[in-house]
């Protein structure tokens, strides 16, 4: 668990986040651990947190080797890239720009 703690424009908070590495993993989000996290961000604000409005939970995959992301050519026009952990979406542009020089040299 690290803890994330964001104001938002319409003031609202946006905190986070949990991890399951243990696999096969629970499709089910235990809620002993968001009470964690809340009570962790509640002690360092010295207040109770408002009611929980949206949760956002997922799964995504992990490259299990020490690249930053899986990319391969798994056939001689399919491309598999996958795996940027949790780090998807800020890293997308340069995965994209990587995977179009691979796929085009
Ligand atoms: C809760 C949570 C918080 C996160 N926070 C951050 C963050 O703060 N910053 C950050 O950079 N990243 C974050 N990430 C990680 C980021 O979301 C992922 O790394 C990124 O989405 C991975 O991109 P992807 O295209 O590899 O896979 P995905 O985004 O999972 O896309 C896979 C797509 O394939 C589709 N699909 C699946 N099976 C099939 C099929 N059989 N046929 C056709 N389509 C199929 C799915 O519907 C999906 O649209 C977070 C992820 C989660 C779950």
Do not use: K
């Amino acid at each position: 668990m690290q803890l994330l703690l964001v104001q938002r424009a319409n003031s609202g908070l946006t905190i986070g986040d949990t991890h399951v590495y243990d696999e096969p993993f629970d499709f089910a989000v235990d809620e002993n651990l968001c009470d964690h996290l809340r009570a962790r961000a509640e002690r360092i604000l010295g207040w109770p947190l408002p009611p929980v409005v949206r949760r956002w939970a997922g799964v995504y995959a992990v490259a299990t080797d020490n690249r930053l992301y899986f990319s391969q050519r798994i056939d001689p026009d399919v491309w598999l890239v996958t795996g940027p952990a949790g780090r998807g979406m800020t890293f997308a542009p340069a995965i994209a720009e990587e995977t179009w020089e691979a796929v085009t040299t």
